[in-house]
């Protein structure tokens, strides 16, 4: 079965940090390039990092220097730290096959990242 659980969001201040955490169940994680993305109230979803099984990295512009995605292909994880946190980082989060497949699976419950100002 696949599956997705995205955790480690919350309230932090202007300036903070947090590590998201992905969780993935079913070998099509393995074997394709991983991505995180977000949806801030009243926008579209977009991309935010992604990774590749060899661990290419490539990152949007508002977040490049201050987020890395890692993963851990024998955890069935993938990372996200989040540095320098801005209130335009506000959204839910979620992670899935990077867009650069393809495809994506079915969408997890995301979670919740705040920054206050």
């Known amino acids: 079965q696949v599956q997705l659980v995205e955790s480690g969001g919350g309230l932090v201040q202007t300036g903070g940090s947090l590590r998201l955490s992905c969780a993935t169940s079913?070998?099509?994680?393995?074997?394709?390039?991983m991505g995180w993305y977000r949806q801030a109230p009243g926008k579209q979803r977009e991309p935010v990092a992604g990774?590749?099984?060899?661990?290419?990295?490539n990152y949007a512009d508002s977040v490049k220097g201050r987020f890395t995605i890692s993963r851990d292909i024998a955890k069935n994880m993938v990372y996200l730290q989040m540095n320098d946190l801005k209130p335009e980082d506000t959204a839910v989060y979620y992670c899935?096959?990077?867009?650069?497949?393809?495809?994506?699976?079915?969408w997890g419950q995301g979670t919740q990242v705040i920054v206050s100002s």
């Open positions: 990774i590749t099984r060899g661990g290419i990295r």
């Open positions: 899935n096959i990077d867009s650069r497949a393809g495809f994506f699976v079915s």
């Open positions: 079913g070998s099509i994680f393995g074997n394709n390039p």
